[in-house]
């Protein structure tokens, strides 16, 4: 019920802060979604730009490198290189040196005719020398000539990939299984190379790299061996799927790179630049950061209107329904207006007029109401004092004639001067439950005197220090008596016990009489379930109920149920609480 009452408290609080939220959070939203799809934008575009400026480079390293192997045969076929090739060490050093010479010097025009040319050779095995464009005396690195030989390429590309080095070469003849007369080539320059890869990204903070997997060299314009490892992992995923050129992302030390690749078919490699996107994104980055500082100021803003809201209708409007609750608590307490002349003010000032004005209702009505309440409360209680007093004289009479039993008959004249005193004292209504326990016990003890052995009484547990309403155990004791134990054949049992749950305390009144039956219990119950649209003529388990709801209020009074023992099990429920207190101090006033 509280969980209940407090959902519904918090309902119109909660209800604002949901429309202010609905309003809100769908415009962070659209702002996150329209920086983010220009950042996806932009992205895109850079990133097609970024290849768009590879495919060029690389377009134009490819035309660079196919050029120069086209021309490569126009110097092999050099008329004096065949001839030193040939019959060099026939000719006289002049002539030898004369035809150097040249061949020199159209090796020189070959190295200028590329900035990709780093030098332009010339290998000729007779003469044991190789001819370099700026160098006479040069002799024959026999295992960079082995090298430089088509018989010596297990692989099908137009490079030569020796001593981290890169050669274009062709031989004379091309077509032979012996060792060849000579061989030309020139070694590519990949300072230059890897000037043009630093052009592709460099002026936006990036590092390329042309990368050739199946022969394990690489071109980088300063990449880390870390960031080297993961592109050549990248380059192997777009192998496997055959993919030719494109643009990822690549996380390297917890930044995101935009990786552009591109493969080349003439150097077999692929090319892959890798640019932080935060160079990409630099821009946006300023509105994303821009878009977080807005979404503090929106915490800051729904902060500041929870507080408002909390203290200008929240607070006002629970301080008016904690009034309401406590007259439903017949609390009457005017509300302290601590207001100006508001809606709430008006609300507090017409809250404090209803009170007055009921509180006057109350001296005229509901206090009239109560006393007869008391009266019809003390008329009941009324009914039960004769109840007892003509049993009382003839056992008396019985126990003075027999001369064996004058101890117990002055012992009863004791137990019957205890209880009339207890039920002809009328000035009390309410009395400690420990003196209700005990008149129970004056009662069970000349009832002993009366039956003897034949039935055997058991009181159990603890009483707390309450007050209750005069006889409402001793009846319900001789109803047990009357209608279940007195005429039992069979030894009798009563057990008188008590249990204490949080504010709710019972006795339990049980037999083990075998007369009543499930028929008479579901009768009896009902009859109490609607006892509080009568007044019982009765001075039995009616009469008790009845002024224990009197007392306490509907929910409290008398249950009936089968006993453990056999027979009737009836329970009496009380309040235990100060609650059962304060409802007779509101019936008093």
Not at 214 to 228: F, K, P, S
Not at 558 to 580: N, Y
Request: proline share 3%.
């Amino acid at each position: 019920m509280k969980t209940l009452f407090s959902m519904h408290e918090s309902s119109i609080f909660k209800k604002i802060m949901a429309a202010f939220l609905a309003a809100l959070l769908p415009m962070l939203a659209i702002t996150w979604m329209i920086n983010e799809r220009g950042s996806a934008n932009i992205r895109s575009e850079i990133s097609e730009s970024v290849l768009n400026t590879t495919r060029f480079y690389m377009d134009s390293l490819d035309q660079e490198a196919d050029r120069i192997s086209r021309y490569l045969p126009n110097y092999v076929m050099d008329q004096d290189l065949m001839e030193v090739a040939t019959t060099g060490k026939e000719m006289s050093s002049y002539e030898r040196s004369s035809k150097i010479l040249d061949i020199q010097s159209r090796l020189e025009l070959m190295k200028n005719s590329s900035p990709y040319i780093r030098e332009a050779k010339a290998y000729i095995p007779l003469i044991n020398r190789t001819v370099l464009s700026n160098n006479f005396e040069t002799h024959l690195d026999e295992q960079e000539y082995a090298s430089m030989q088509t018989s010596a390429k297990s692989y099908d590309e137009a490079f030569i990939y020796w001593n981290n080095r890169f050669f274009i070469t062709m031989q004379y003849p091309v077509n032979t299984s012996r060792s060849p007369l000579y061989v030309v080539g020139v070694e590519l320059s990949a300072t230059k190379i890897r000037d043009t890869l630093a052009q592709i990204g460099g002026n936006r903070g990036g590092h390329s790299v042309l990368l050739n997997l199946n022969r394990g060299w690489h071109i980088d314009t300063g990449m880390d061996d870390e960031l080297l490892g993961q592109v050549a992992a990248f380059v192997s995923a777009q192998q496997e799927t055959l993919s030719k050129e494109g643009y990822d992302t690549i996380v390297h030390q917890g930044k995101r790179l935009l990786a552009v690749y591109k493969y080349s078919a003439l150097w077999n490699a692929y090319s892959v630049t890798c640019i932080p996107e935060e160079m990409i994104l630099g821009s946006l980055q300023m509105y994303r950061t821009l878009f977080w500082w807005a979404c503090a100021l929106a915490a800051a803003i729904v902060l500041f209107f929870t507080y408002f809201l909390l203290r200008l209708i929240y607070r006002p409007l629970m301080k008016l329904v904690h009034s309401f609750r406590r007259v439903q608590q017949n609390r009457l307490e005017p509300i302290q207006i601590n207001r100006g002349a508001d809606e709430f003010g008006y609300l507090y000032q017409a809250f404090n007029d209803t009170i007055s004005s009921l509180k006057k209702l109350i001296e005229e009505n509901y206090e009239q109401q109560i006393r007869n309440q008391r009266s019809e409360l003390k008329r009941l209680q009324s009914q039960i004092n004769p109840h007892f007093l003509y049993n009382c004289f003839f056992v008396l009479c019985r126990l003075i004639k027999s001369d064996k039993h004058k101890e117990k008959a002055y012992q009863f004249c004791l137990y019957i001067g205890q209880y009339f005193q207890f039920i002809t004292r009328n000035d009390e209504d309410e009395i400690p439950l420990t003196q209700e326990m005990e008149h129970s016990r004056t009662y069970v003890k000349m009832q002993t005197i009366c039956y003897g052995d034949r039935i055997e009484v058991g009181f159990d547990g603890d009483v707390p220090p309450i007050s209750v309403p005069r006889l409402i155990l001793q009846p319900i004791i001789e109803n047990a008596y009357k209608h279940a134990l007195g005429n039992m054949l069979l030894p009798g049992e009563l057990w008188v016990h008590t249990e204490l749950r949080g504010d709710e305390f019972t006795i339990y009144v049980e037999d083990n009489g075998q007369n009543i039956t499930d028929e008479e219990i579901e009768l009896l119950r009902k009859k109490l379930r609607h006892s509080t649209s009568r007044i019982e003529e009765t001075t039995g388990l009616l009469n008790v109920h009845r002024r224990i709801q009197l007392r306490y209020g509907e929910e409290y009074g008398l249950s009936v149920a089968r006993s453990e023992l056999g027979g009737l099990r009836v329970g009496i429920q009380l309040c235990a609480s100060q609650r059962g207190n304060e409802h007779v101090q509101t019936a008093d006033r």
